[in-house]
């Protein structure tokens, strides 16, 4: 690990120019390149006090032995030089995207003295016109199927074409229609040009002009009574018409845009692009990174745009390009693309219509595709098992975790505090087990408080079950995670509904009380964990070790994941255990903490909705939503309504004196009895909104 002190440049010695900046190793490779306004302050930063910078930054810079920069003359050539020496260097700290598989795409190849239609995938070659790219390559053929009627282009290889010439004889295609055969001659090499070009034309957009030529010919050959031939004209339009319903029309004003939506966490994020020419989809696709460099959005917006216009030209980059957030340097980024096609590019975030809409759909699929790349392993049986053993290895544990539990503690600034517990087994998420808790003990933010009361009242449940049932078989486990709680025979009195802890997605349950099956079997908090996971660092892990130890629980394992930097910590431990990033353990304890968040966050933003819709006017007979919204509006809140007297109510318009009896009467029954007071700060809590109604 190098002292960056030890080659950090002399003050002064660093140009206030624009410019690109490289990192190079002991080694002299290039770790990472960077581009500036302003070289001087950015590369200065580089050198402040390590503790103050962001964690993957200070890898980089310790990495690091050397620092060397290049000015230029403005901020579109420092955009292209850091774009150019990204793709030749391929440093290892910057965000790098990766396809996430070879997209196919329409090609002609108008740089043959006949071109062709095919598929091609991989690099982009000059003189060839592009269209997609497509999702299969089965689709561009249905596509091109169609198309032939109307536009015979050849689609055969260059040894077809060679051998069709030599022999005189065309292929299958050019006996029933669909090649003009120029292999033979039946049409001029300019003729078949003309063909292609106007397949090319048809496949940009500019599909009216040929639909309703088609469809005049047709009208034209029948009344000449040249029937069939109006009939194969009429075949034709059909086939082009199938052909553009392929591709659903979602921009009215037939827009030529690529929108790029992120999708991204600590580690990782996905981006998705939808190509949208004269209004239609015409192809999509996905990246997915690693998120090596202390990157935001924005910065992941850029490099997206690197790489999608870095080899472009002219028509590839569209009019309007439309992103989740807009680059640092938006200028110059908007420049750099309208240089790239010649004509000046619209880069912005759509804020209403149609294109806000697409935006959204996007989006979605940008988290799809990133939940995707995080899960598709779970499907593989022995990814899995030697994820469970990466885990068991690097936690010193005799056996293989097969049940893990994840909690997680949410909250909104100290309110409506609760937990999540998630389970997976085997690797696997099993939502039947889920359960949601109410902190109970005490009121306020203590997120190490709260972890030792959860992990203490579950452990407490699993002891006293095993005290009452002493050994027991393991239960079906079949039950839907999202249908209702089971509904057999219920020995003694049935419990009282008790939100303090709720079964997955199911009703929830009393704390105190378990349903039983006609066998006794228990079937909740019975079947211990080898390995109990909480979301958080060093006191998270040591609040859930003391919950068990003070049950005088000792054959559970316990650890954290901490989300900064994605360490293990485990109890007792000064220094955690650091997975490596491509490690499948790391990958399965990410994903039951995230599951265990998702799970806490959705029951905490559940019961803060509910509060707030909560309020006294709520038990006023006949008091719609709307007069209620007219008379906090009137009054400002709650608490200078109750103070009103009932002729100050009846001013606030469409409320009746018998209307403001019930107002004053059921506020007066809800004054609260004596000020509320913060218990963590002894403060008075003023009754300032009343909930919101």
């Known amino acids: ?35 500036a306004k302003n070289l001087r302050q950015r590369v200065a930063n580089y050198f402040q006090d390590l503790a103050n910078l962001h964690p993957r930054t200070r890898t980089m810079v310790t990495t690091a032995a050397s620092v060397e920069w290049t000015v230029v003359s403005t901020e579109v050539e420092a955009l292209q030089l850091e774009y150019s020496w990204i793709k030749e260097f391929d440093p290892r700290f910057n965000v790098k995207y990766r396809d996430d598989k070879s997209y196919p795409y329409l090609a002609v190849t108008l740089n043959e003295e006949f071109p062709r239609v095919q598929v091609m995938r991989g690099a982009k070659k000059k003189g060839v016109r592009y269209f997609g790219p497509y999702g299969h390559a089965w689709a561009i053929r249905e596509t091109v199927d169609l198309m032939l009627r ?33 292999c033979v001659g039946r049409v001029t090499p300019e003729e078949h040009r003309e063909l292609a070009e ?92 690693d998120k090596v460099e202390a990157v935001d959005t924005s910065g992941l917006v850029e490099h997206a745009l690197q790489q999608l216009y870095g080899e472009e030209r002219g028509d590839a980059v569209p009019k309007e390009v439309l992103v989740p957030a807009l680059p640092e340097d938006t200028e110059a980024v908007s420049q750099w693309l309208a240089e790239r ?27 799809q595709a990133l939940g995707l790349h995080k899960t598709k392993r779970a499907s593989d049986l022995t990814t899995r098992s030697r994820a469970l053993e990466e885990i068991a290895e690097a936690l010193g544990l005799d056996t293989a975790p097969l049940r893990i539990e994840c909690y997680d503690i949410s909250h909104l600034q100290g309110d409506d505090v609760v937990a999540s517990m998630v389970v997976f087994e085997d690797g696997l998420a099993r939502k039947s087990e889920y359960r949601r808790f109410q902190i109970k003990g005490f009121e306020g933010q203590d997120d190490v408080r709260s972890m030792h009361e959860v992990i203490g009242r579950r452990f407490k449940r699993y002891l006293q079950e095993k005290e009452r ?41 009393a704390e105190d009380s378990e349903p039983r099956e006609d066998d006794g079997r228990p079937k909740r908090f019975a079947y211990p964990p080898q390995l109990v996971v909480v979301d958080g660092g060093q006191p998270q892990v040591a609040a859930a070790k003391r919950a068990l130890d003070e049950l005088g ?51 905490q933003r559940a019961k803060r909705a509910k509060r707030i819709r909560t309020s006294p006017l709520d038990d006023v007979s006949g008091l719609g939503e709307t007069r209620k919204q007219a008379l906090i509006k009137h009054f400002g809140s709650v608490k200078k309504l109750r103070q009103a007297t009932i002729d100050e109510i009846c001013e606030v318009p469409g409320i009746g004196r018998r209307t403001a009896e019930s107002v004053a009467a059921a506020l007066a029954s809800t004054a609260p009895a ?17 909930g919101s109604s």
């Open 341 to 367: 096609r010649g004509s000046q590019v619209s880069l912005r975030i759509p804020q209403r219509g149609d294109k806000k809409d697409l935006m959204a759909t996007v989006q979605r699929n940008a988290q």
């Open 198 to 289: 106007d397949f090319c034309d048809f496949m940009a957009g500019r599909t009216g002009t040929y639909i309703r030529r088609l469809e005049k010919d047709m009208m034209q050959a029948a009344e000449e009574m040249e029937y069939e031939r109006a009939a194969r004209l009429r075949d034709d339009a059909g086939a082009l018409k199938r052909a553009m319903e392929k591709s659903a029309v979602v921009l009215a004003d037939a827009t030529d845009a690529d929108l790029i939506a992120v999708a991204e966490d600590e580690l990782e994020a996905a981006l998705q692009i939808f190509h949208v020419r004269g209004g239609r989809v015409r192809g999509q696709r996905g990246w997915v990174t």
């Open 674 to 690: 004596a000020p509320a007071v913060n218990t963590a700060t002894g403060e008075i809590i003023e009754e300032d909104d009343g």
């Open 469 to 509: 049932t002493g050994e027991w078989e393991e239960q079906p486990t079949d039950t839907p995670a999202d249908g209702p709680a089971p509904t057999g025979p219920v020995p003694g009195p049935v419990p009282a509904a008790d939100p303090a802890v709720g079964a997955g997605e199911q009703t929830p349950l």
């Open 150 to 182: 109307v536009f015979p282009v050849r689609t055969c290889s260059a040894g077809v074409f060679k051998n069709a010439a030599r022999t005189g004889r065309p292929c299958l295609l050019g006996y029933i229609g669909k090649c003009s055969a120029p």
């Open 1 to 35: 690990m190098a002292d960056p002190s030890s080659y950090r440049p002399k003050p002064g010695q660093i140009p206030d120019s624009p410019g690109v900046y490289k990192f190079r190793d002991e080694h002299r490779r290039v770790i990472y390149v960077g581009k």
């Open 553 to 603: 629980i000792d054959d559970i394992a316990v650890c954290g994941l901490a989300k900064r930097l994605e360490e293990v910590w485990l109890p007792d431990d000064d220094d955690p255990v650091v997975l490596p990033r491509s490690s499948e353990g790391l990958y399965l304890l990410q994903r039951v903490r995230d599951e265990a968040h998702r799970f806490a966050i959705t029951y």
